[in-house]
């Protein structure tokens, strides 16, 4: 998200969601398999043997969750909607209607805007004037994150109006030499390895801004580098602290540090390599951009 919108801010592009799910569903593809293979045949192999009593436990919490309530229907129609809308909206705007595009001005966070809305009008109970989202719940979504966007936004913003970018870009000559790839390399491991201690988010907003206007000084396009870095930012597997998903399984009590840094250093060094090959041979050439040295 915070890509998207330097990308749209600074560099003057539009990243829609079908474009960047061409960027990231081929390192799902490639990535979750190979983390399958790894965690379940070879670090921690599984076995044959079935987990007992799993399946019924399975069954009875499915049992108890019951029918489909109004609310949750709800819920899944509108974002069964929404989804469709961000991945058809290049096409939603070249609708013609009576000689005029109704349309045309439709973007990413409208349909977002409208999806939210549509869930605080629709009715659960309308004896009650009960319906599938109130403000008291939505007050307790992180709101901090649009500041934390913002502020990336007004980084990125201030580098460019204050020259700093410029600076950046000149004091970056003795690598201008160094072939694109392995700059490329050093950039995904060096945020790969940051965001094990700090935030993805943060961490994103921050450095994004600086790699862009490091680029220049070292021959690349901008994309050369805060592509790959944002990426990698979310694939840091050695620490709880390093993602949400990575706390999650921590908290669980079933996985200690030192089997999640056993697991994580290997699945870092194969995402380092796999995030450089997916920029020079997915997201480079899908966004544009020809690849240097």
């Not at 990243?15 to 399958?36: D, E, K, N, T, Y």
């Amino acid at each position: 998200l915070f890509l998207a919108s330097f990308i749209r801010d600074e560099l003057g592009m539009e990243i829609s969601f079908v474009r960047w799910m061409g960027v990231g569903l081929p390192l799902v593809i490639v990535f979750v398999p190979i983390v399958w293979l790894l965690m379940t045949r070879v670090l921690y192999p599984l076995g044959s043997r079935p987990i007992e009593g799993g399946a019924e436990i399975t069954r009875e919490a499915y049992a108890r969750l019951g029918p489909m309530k109004p609310g949750e229907l709800a819920t899944l129609v509108v974002f069964t909607l929404t989804a469709i809308a961000w991945l058809t909206r290049p096409l939603l705007i070249t609708i013609e209607f009576m000689d005029a595009r109704p349309l045309a001005g439709l973007t990413d966070p409208g349909i977002a805007m409208g999806a939210a809305l549509l869930l605080f009008i629709i009715p659960v109970d309308v004896r009650t004037r009960t319906f599938v989202m109130n403000w008291e719940t939505a007050v307790k979504l992180p709101w901090g994150l649009l500041i934390l966007f913002g502020g990336g936004l007004s980084l990125a913003a201030a580098i460019n109006a204050n020259g700093v970018a410029a600076l950046i870009g000149s004091q970056v000559g003795a690598a201008r030499g160094a072939p694109s790839w392995l700059i490329v390399l050093l950039v995904t491991t060096l945020m790969i390895y940051l965001t094990e201690i700090t935030s993805n988010t943060a961490t994103t907003a921050t450095m994004v801004p600086l790699l862009a206007a490091l680029a220049p000084g070292l021959g690349l396009h901008a994309y050369m580098l805060i592509v790959p870095a944002t990426i990698a930012a979310s694939c840091a597997f050695m620490l709880p602290v390093a993602t949400p998903p990575n706390a999650i399984v921590f908290g669980s009590g079933h996985v200690t540090i030192p089997q999640m840094c056993r697991a994580g250093l290997w699945l870092n060094m194969i995402g380092i390599v796999l995030i450089t090959v997916l920029a020079y041979a997915v997201a480079l050439p899908l966004l544009g951009v020809a690849a240097a040295r």
